[in-house]
């Protein structure tokens, strides 16, 4: 099962490479991680997607807590929560038929076109990963340049948080 | 105060209770070996292989349950100690090893003896540090040792930058007695109500099986253990790792368990309906395929690391905690509970247990003129008395060693359980020889893995560290030869030694004492010489059966009731079926 995993981790060099070598050393899947610094400078906010048995998600938030660097952590999946990821596409955009049809598909998924150049547009596009893939499956594929994704955040909702 | 880099870390060492570091100079230590040189409180052992420093420290720790500390230089300092630091890693020894690294401002341009050492020791340690700024370089050797000594214990790397160390540059030090990571509280009380559900489970067993490990060990839980085991009257068995914890020769004890553990305690583990496992893994050696593991068992598990409980073996009542903390108030809830334990099922249980020790699964034959490496241990264990300090390399004599020497105590027993380390044990035995050098120390090792660290005799020398080479020399790498012969048809493929050194010239050139014995009738006399020569070296190099197996033997994807025994264990079984004796 797919699980989103939000972290808080020091701020400080070797963190990710102790998370990430972890995953791979012990074999566990990352669909995707991202990572920035917060509000607080000495801390960084990381969000791990991943998939596994519940045996196996048990051991990934185990070996996660007891990595030092980690100073809190929590298993969003089973709570109300809200998962986002950026996406920029950059797609061909070559007579007013392409272009149009481009600037129509956008409009309906919400993206946002942020570049243009005669035969380009750079569009951006925020959601779940759900719907940032069905744009990109509605996009002709011919049509795609380039795909750049972030990799999914996410935050509790309502009053709960993950903080100190 | 004001200290310089170098001056910082000896005088730290000396405020942390430090007496011994081994190590090895390099070129971005050398401003460390300088101050070293200029006091004594903090001795310094010269090993002849960083390898060596780092199982010597692990042999002090294991033995003291002081954090061992090593000192060495950047590069291949370095990566010469990650075997020692992987070896403790693997079996939750508090080590603090100070690495030398090239000076900041070249680090990352490939310099001379550089290798990024944080990076590199990063999977085998509990944590590492690289000090950027000489003002956090007391409060980040207090978090090493810290860190490294408390929870779980573990192995942890300092790597410190040569500017850091400069002598001229000096600021105020100050002893960080306290230290706080927020990220990091180890717990050590289990869950109240988790540790009542426990005992409730226990008391109500028909058929316990208390199984125990080195968590016992780390957390000097010793007589907790004892009193608790004693009080249920249950049946115990302990890993590779918790030997002597409880006592060896105590009737409660059957003995190891595991891949070459005895037929009753494997059996006891297969048909218990209670398992209490307390600091211990559920290792693969332990567990044989865990499919078929304890099939009729409500497992309770208690340790200190949460991600230890239900990683392989999923625990009915789990208690993340310290075993001496959880076993005092197990105790304390044992004494005010009502309930008991019921004895007439209890002692059906242990009539069963006995009929199968009955087997006698270590059993072997002697014979005329061909000395087996079960009796050469058994005879050290005589010739000691039980109470030597005894370390082991990696292979069929840590087996032996295992098997036949009985140890009564904790801390006794020093080898490399988890990752299986060749080389471990003389550098180990100097270890415990330098913190108890009263005490007998002795290395049961074989031809193979005596060869691996053999360079620490030289060390032995120069310090005085008289421990006792116990060498059984099958000539072949015994515990692969053995696999060899079961599962591959006897192809022995590169595991016969030959142009082996004569050993007894080349512990002598060393300047120790070498003896060689081949023949069972002058074991006994070899042994006793070895161990009155009290301010020697001595090596005994002890020739003995090519063929001789480890017995009983779980092989892979096999349960704990599907052991192999030794032909003459399989014809006493025939005899005792006859009888009707054994069920």
Same mark, same amino acid.
């Given at each position: ?164 | ?200 489970? $226990? ?5 316990? $099986? ?7 060990? $780390? ?87 949460? =991600? ?133 120390? =002795? @290395? ?8 691996? @660290? ?5 060390? @032995? ?123």
């Amino acid at each position: 099962m797919r699980h989103i995993i939000s972290l808080l981790v020091e701020n400080e060099a070797g963190a990710l490479s102790r998370i990430s070598g972890l995953f791979s050393a012990r074999g566990y899947n990352i669909e995707s991680l991202t990572v920035a610094t917060t509000e607080d400078q000495t801390l960084s906010r990381m969000t791990i997607i991943t998939t596994g048995s519940d045996r196996i998600i048990e051991q990934i938030t185990k070996q996660l807590n007891k990595l030092i660097d980690v100073v809190k952590l929590q298993d969003f999946t089973e709570g109300n929560f809200i998962e986002r990821e950026m996406m920029f596409v950059k797609v061909k955009a070559e007579g007013d038929t392409q272009r149009g049809e481009v600037k129509r598909l956008s409009d309906i998924f919400r993206a946002r076109i942020i570049d243009v150049t005669d035969t380009t547009f750079c569009i951006e596009l925020t959601g779940s990963g759900d719907k940032l893939d069905a744009y990109i499956r509605a996009m002709h594929e011919n049509n795609i340049i380039e795909v750049v994704r972030s990799g999914s955040m996410g935050i509790l909702r309502g009053e709960k948080a993950l903080t100190l | 105060m004001e200290l310089s880099g170098s001056e910082i870390i000896i005088q730290f060492l000396k405020d942390e209770g430090v007496k011994h570091i081994f190590g090895y100079p390099g070129g971005a230590v050398l401003h460390i070996y300088d101050a070293l040189q200029k006091q004594t409180d903090v001795e310094h052992i010269l090993v002849r292989h960083e390898q060596g420093a780092s199982h010597a420290a692990d042999g002090y720790a294991r033995a003291t349950g002081k954090p061992g500390v090593c000192l060495v230089t950047s590069g291949p300092g370095a990566t010469n100690a990650i075997t020692g630091i992987a070896t403790a890693y693997m079996d939750s020894i508090p080590l603090v090893v100070i690495t030398g690294q090239v000076p900041s401002h070249v680090i990352g341009q490939d310099a001379f003896q550089e290798v990024d050492a944080v990076g590199v020791s990063r999977p085998c340690v509990k944590h590492n540090f690289l000090v950027k700024d000489l003002s956090k370089l007391a409060e980040t050797l207090k978090k090493a040792f810290y860190v490294a000594t408390t929870g779980r214990p573990g192995p942890v790397v300092v790597d410190i930058p040569k500017d850091i160390t400069a002598p001229h540059i000096k600021i105020p030090y100050e002893y960080p007695a306290k230290v706080d990571i927020r990220s990091y509280n180890p717990n050590f009380k289990g869950h109240p109500r988790q540790i009542k559900r426990a005992v409730e489970l $226990m008391l109500s067993a028909k058929r316990p $099986m208390v199984y125990t490990g080195g968590g016992i060990i $780390m957390d000097n839980a010793s007589q907790e253990l004892r009193d608790f085991v004693r009080r249920l009257g249950f049946p115990i068995t302990q890993t590779l790792m918790g030997l002597g914890a409880f006592p060896g020769t105590d009737p409660q004890f059957i003995g190891m368990l595991g891949m070459h553990g005895t037929y009753e305690a494997n059996m006891a583990m297969h048909e218990c309906d209670v398992l209490i496992c307390i600091g211990a893994r559920f290792d693969d050696r332990i567990t044989g395929v865990t499919s078929k593991f304890c099939p009729y068992a409500q497992i309770i598990h208690v340790d200190i690391d949460p =991600a230890s409980i239900s990683k392989t073996i999923n625990a009915d009542i789990p208690i993340v905690g310290g075993a001496k903390q959880v076993l005092s108030e197990m105790i304390k809830q044992i004494d005010s509970t009502d309930a008991r334990v019921d004895q007439t099922a209890l002692d059906n249980w242990w009539n069963t247990i006995k009929t199968w020790q009955q087997q006698d699964s270590f059993a072997y034959e002697k014979k005329d003129g061909l000395i087996q490496p079960q009796e050469a241990v058994e005879e050290l264990y005589k010739v000691t008395g039980g109470d030597a300090y005894i370390t082991s390399d990696v292979g069929q004599h840590q087996m032996y060693a295992a098997q036949f020497y009985h140890f009564d105590e904790p801390r006794r027993w020093i080898n490399s359980g988890g990752l299986g380390t060749m080389g471990f044990g003389l550098p180990a035995a100097m270890g415990v020889k330098l913190a108890f050098p009263d005490k007998d120390v =002795a @290395c049961v090792t074989g031809e193979g893995s005596i060869q691996m @660290c053999m360079q620490e005799l030289s060390t @032995c020398l120069q310090y005085g560290l008289h421990v006792k080479i116990i060498n059984l020399n099958n000539r072949y790498l015994g515990m692969v030869r053995q696999w060899q012969e079961f599962f591959y048809e006897k192809r022995y493929s590169h595991v016969y030694m030959d142009s082996l050194p004569d050993f007894v010239k080349l512990v002598e050139a060393y300047g120790h004492v070498g003896i060689r014995v081949d023949d069972p009738k002058d074991l006994h006399d070899a042994m006793a010489e070895a161990f009155k020569l009290k301010d020697r070296t001595v090596f005994l190099d002890i020739i003995t059966d090519q063929e001789a197996n480890v017995y009983p033997m779980i092989s892979a994807g096999k349960a704990h009731n599907e052991m192999d025994i030794s032909p003459l264990q399989q014809a006493r079984q025939a005899a005792l079926r006859e009888k009707g004796e054994l069920v």
